[in-house]
């Protein structure tokens, strides 16, 4: 049967790989040779839900929005990643990773972050644990993201500012690539998405699989089948949209959706569409789809929102466009805070300006009346206050 | 014809090599660089192709990176750089660069110009010795190109032994693990991590890199090794002095 899950050396189609300096050979196939056997474990599998229940607040609701399903005319279900410990599904992804860590007996913590997001959720994980944590952030960022670089604060973190390249989310994962290298030994490096070399793209994607484990049976009370007309997330590197359409990749009457970052425009040079302006290539040790020059340099791409911005894509998501088992659509900053405005309300819920981008589907394409949509709600929006105010002049 | 690099590699003694990333300090330094540490005594040169996001590399390099991609350097401006280098240099010439910029270029059509101007060898930190193996390796050699490969103190004896049956001229031997950039000297514990390895009677010679500096590491290094590559140091140097100053560099390593 063809699959559109990671085969054992972590290749998706023609993605994927890991495309890494010797330096970390010994860091990703530690990490390779064992995560499948300890994510398997009684003892894993016992200590990753009873924490995703009682310290994430797992399962999360799916919850059928009447108000917005009429005005649409379809049915319309949101999976409320958003009411995650933390604000954001990264936390599903972090769990998993510091039990992994101590599993693996690793000490010390490291981690990228552009917007804060995964980085506060990686805090979060070792404040619980009582791990030594660094996060790398680019010093564009710091400045940008106070109130999350602050958080990251109280938790104990250190926030390291990466100061090369354009500082900004790339030049951190360079940063926390090369902290690797110069710690092999006592340090587990917990990526925040399904991007990196491989184990990460498919264990993050695995740790964030509970999204769709959680939708199967819910879908099956709320419309007695386990199987929408589509699933619909947005896509930074790809984690929560990889949760989201994991237990469904393989089953072809389940329509995949996958929105991303149209910044100003594709054509306006601040886009962050990875699949609609990138080409192959290898970043952050891995065969993907990425934006750069005609030269092979990677680009700083753009998004209002923080958590999308990021100049490649996850291989999972790279074969799922090439392959056109996915639809790819991309959302302009303001579609997308539009639809975070709507949402807000008509539902009283306010969005993540990144699940915003999943949410202005809506808009964009027709769904039939009987359709059953699930949309992946990411991340609530109080992170991203600051700039609804500044947009819509609150 | 042999390869300059093997020919070299049977010369006698002890083998300097010296990393630079083209594009800088200027532009259009490349050439002069290159003859200047050849009418200066070092054995062998790699040109680091510039790339955005290198990371195996420590601040001056990845500062130097940066500087020379804002000075305009790609891949074709080296190549048309480089194009008439074997008029006036015969020491063998290295590429060093990650593996995108080559991937955009088209892997054989790099291969092809590397051998059209007398490059001898790559190094590319993140094509793994796998990978080469499977999809690259005949690629590489339908243009006579040696392909240098890292091994660190963490790598494996099996792997090692491995990435000694794929080479072809020289293992690359990182001092210590850690991204390059100069250190004050090496301790007890690399000295035993260069023993090690010589110990191993591996076909390919050994040349150490990452952090030598000066003399001292220098010697060290090349103990037991058959030479040793000094990057950071020298872009340092060639930060405060220019192009001028690359003979006093030199003279002060050996
Ligand atoms: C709420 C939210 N959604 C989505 C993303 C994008 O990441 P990914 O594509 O890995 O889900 C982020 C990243 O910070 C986020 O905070």
């Known amino acids: ?268 040079g601040e886009s962050a569409a990875t699949s609609a302006l990138g080409k192959v290539g290898i970043i952050h040790g891995s065969k993907t789809l990425l934006m750069q020059t005609h030269d092979g340099q990677i680009t700083e791409p753009y998004s209002i929102s923080a958590g999308l911005d990021y100049p490649g894509v996850g291989p999972m998501h790279a074969n799922l466009y090439a392959s056109g088992r996915g639809e790819f659509i991309s959302i302009t900053d303001d579609d997308a805070m539009n639809a975070g405005l709507l949402l807000s309300k008509m539902e009283g819920i306010i969005p993540a300006i990144e699940s915003s981008h999943a949410l202005a589907i809506l808009e964009h394409r027709k769904f039939k009346p009987e359709d059953v949509v699930v949309i992946n709600l990411s991340g609530r929006g109080d992170k991203d206050l600051n700039n609804y105010i500044e947009y819509f002049n609150l | 014809m042999g390869n300059r690099i093997n020919k070299k590699l049977k010369e006698e003694g002890k083998l300097l090599s010296i990393y630079f990333t083209a594009g800088y300090p200027k532009l259009g330094d490349t050439v002069e660089i290159i003859q200047q540490l050849e009418k200066n005594g070092v054995d062998m040169i790699e040109i680091g192709l510039p790339f955005s996001d290198p990371l195996a590399d420590g601040p001056t390099i990845q500062q130097s990176s940066t500087a020379a991609l804002k000075n305009g350097m790609t891949t074709e401006i080296l190549f048309d750089q480089l194009k008439d280098i074997r008029q006036s240099v015969s020491i063998p010439l290295i590429i060093m660069g990650y593996f995108n910029p080559m991937l955009q270029y088209g892997v054989e059509a790099f291969c092809k110009k590397c051998q059209e101007i007398g490059i001898d060898g790559l190094i590319i930190p993140d094509l793994p010795v796998d990978v080469y193996h499977e999809e690259y390796q005949e690629t590489f050699e339908k243009y006579g190109l040696i392909n240098v490969f890292l091994i660190t103190p963490q790598t494996s004896e099996k792997r090692i032994r491995f990435i000694d049956s794929v080479s072809n001229g020289f293992i690359y031997m990182v001092s210590s693990a850690s991204v390059t950039g100069a250190q004050s000297g090496f301790g007890d514990g690399q000295q035993a991590y260069f023993q090690r390895i010589a110990d191993m009677k591996l076909n390919n010679p050994q040349i150490v890199g990452f952090g030598i500096s000066n003399s001292e590491t220098f010697e060290q290094a090349t103990k037991s090794a058959k030479g040793a590559i000094i990057g950071s140091a020298f872009i340092k140097h060639l930060n405060g002095h220019g192009v001028e100053g690359i003979s006093t560099f030199i003279k002060t390593i050996r």
């Open chain 1, 1 to 268: 049967m063809k699959t559109y899950q990671a085969d054992e050396k972590g290749y998706y189609g023609e993605f994927g790989g890991a495309y890494i300096p010797e330096m970390l050979y010994p860091n990703t196939e530690e990490l390779r040779q064992n995560y499948i056997r300890i994510m398997q474990e009684p003892s894993f599998k016992k200590e990753f839900d009873q924490l995703l229940k009682d310290y994430v607040g797992r399962p999360t609701p799916l919850y059928f929005a009447d108000r917005l399903s009429r005005k649409y005319n379809t049915k319309i279900y949101l999976k409320r990643e958003d009411l995650c410990h933390t604000g954001a599904h990264k936390v599903n992804n972090t769990i998993g990773q510091i039990l992994m860590a101590k599993k693996l007996g690793k000490n010390r913590i490291i981690a990228e972050t552009g917007a804060g997001q995964h980085g506060v959720a990686t805090a979060t994980v070792c404040a619980l644990m009582g791990i030594e944590c660094v996060v790398y952030m680019g010093e564009i960022d710091i400045a940008r993201q106070a109130p999350n670089v602050a958080r990251m604060k109280m938790l104990g973190a250190e926030v390291r500012p990466a100061l090369s390249g354009s500082r900004t989310l790339k030049d951190a994962t360079n940063e926390a690539i090369r902290d690797w290298i110069n710690n092999p030994v006592d340090t587990h490096y917990i990526i925040g998405s399904v991007v990196g070399p491989h184990p990460y793209p498919d264990m993050v994607a695995r740790f964030q699989s509970v999204i769709s484990e959680e939708i199967k049976w819910q879908l099956k009370e709320k419309e007695g089948r386990e199987n929408p007309d589509y699933v619909v997330a947005c896509v930074g590197g790809g984690s929560n949209a990889a949760g989201a359409f994991y237990h469904y990749l393989d089953i072809p009457e389940v329509g995949i959706i996958a929105v991303e970052a149209a910044g100003k425009g594709i054509d306006s």
